[in-house]
């Protein structure tokens, strides 16, 4: 079991202006609790996250995070944003979740590549990993999750292990309305766990993995009290105030 304080983002992928942003950022803000069982981190698009950033200013409850980096510090790479421009905004940056896997190709190298420089600009990877549906049915989840996952860890300094987090999002279920079973999503955290005491050489047990694929605020307490899990990555109902904040509030129940 991990011993850090459970983690709940909100991945808004492809969606809201920026003053749509700032709306729900605000009713977010309105209806947490003073005092959260669970750390709470929003991912915006790029253009959202000044104005997201500006509304969460001064408020602890809530971080700030990205859903993407170029793994260049800088260059000729036109329509790319690289971890040093996000380092002033933001606390922590997702990388590998499976549609920019699938949809723009990124493979397990390009995934560490962008891992890396966003522990160089100084800022928090939550590394993504999990298996597609053909592949769970042809056994090979264990497989696919050893392979992303040391893929993205295994050779980093001890001190870069622990600032990273893991999400498990078995892509079957991601907006799918049908969620992992506990057991399947304990088995998993088995097996990342397993990957990430190698890579930070042991004693890694604060190092957070969250569960991501259909939770909703009605599963919440049940997914993520799955023994290994310490938090969710939640995609669609973290565009909706309250099922966002309903999710917050059953984790760590």
């Not at 309105?30 to 996250?49: G, Y």
């Not at 590998?96 to 699938?102: F, K, T």
């Amino acid at each position: 079991m991990t011993t850090s304080r459970p983690l709940v983002a909100g991945n808004w992928k492809m969606h809201l202006t920026p003053s749509e942003g700032s709306s729900l950022a605000t009713e977010i803000l309105a209806r947490l609790p003073r005092h959260s069982a669970a750390e709470v981190l929003l991912l915006p698009p790029f253009t959202c996250l000044s104005a997201v950033g500006g509304v969460l200013a001064g408020d602890t409850r809530v971080g700030l995070g990205a859903q993407n980096c170029h793994w260049e510090p800088a260059g000729a790479v036109t329509g790319e944003i690289s971890a040093p421009m996000l380092a002033g905004l933001c606390q922590y940056v997702l990388v590998g979740h499976s549609e920019r896997r699938q949809l723009f190709h990124e493979t397990d190298s390009i995934v560490r590549a962008k891992l890396e420089s966003v522990l160089r600009a100084g800022m928090s990877p939550i590394l993504a990993v999990g298996e597609t549906g053909e592949e769970r049915q042809a056994g090979l989840t264990r497989a696919v999750l050893l392979r992303q996952a040391k893929a993205g860890l295994v050779g980093l300094e001890r001190a870069e292990v622990l600032r990273c987090t893991v999400a498990y999002e078995p892509v079957w279920a991601i907006g799918a309305g049908a969620a992992a079973e506990a057991a399947e999503i304990t088995e998993a955290a088995i097996i990342l766990r397993s990957v990430i005491e190698e890579a930070a050489h042991g004693g890694a047990g604060g190092v957070r993995i969250l569960y991501g694929g259909s939770v909703t605020s009605q599963s919440a307490a049940q997914l993520l009290g799955a023994p290994g899990i310490a938090g969710a990555l939640v995609g669609g109902a973290s565009l909706r105030a309250a099922d966002f904040c309903g999710i917050v509030a059953a984790t760590g129940r």
